[in-house]
């Protein structure tokens, strides 16, 4: 005897939702989480300070440059200060109401927070206007 696949009212509603499909998706997606979220973790040893090709930047902006050498000394444009004198020379800087672009220049060798401590001077005064300077390729 054969079985008989049909149901026998085509017009009433069914009653079973079938879940195969989304159980496959919760499985999918599962994976997709646990191949990828070990990738994210991972820390590649990059130099970060060279660039491919030099931007043209507006020549009619002001540029005070900050400067932090290989040994983590301060530079104010050519001077040496402190990291107190940095800090001053910032809040006047944060004074003035239109304020030049701050161009930070630090050695490749120098640990990221070196450069970091310095965003974060600039960042609590406010001071919006920043240029990361690199050498070209």
Known sequence: MARNFHRKDRLS???????TPLIDL??????IFMVTTPLLEQTIDVNLPVEASKSQADEREEFQ???VDKSGDYYWSDEKVSLQEL????????MDAAPPVLSIRADSALPYQEVITVIDLIKQRKLSKISLDTKVK
Do not use: P, W, Y
Request: charge should be negative.
């Open 87 to 94: 800090r001053d020379l910032l809040d006047i800087m944060a």
């Open 13 to 19: 509603a069914l009653t079973e939702i079938n879940v």
């Open 65 to 67: 440059a900050i400067t």
């Open 26 to 31: 919760a499985f999918a997606l599962l994976i």
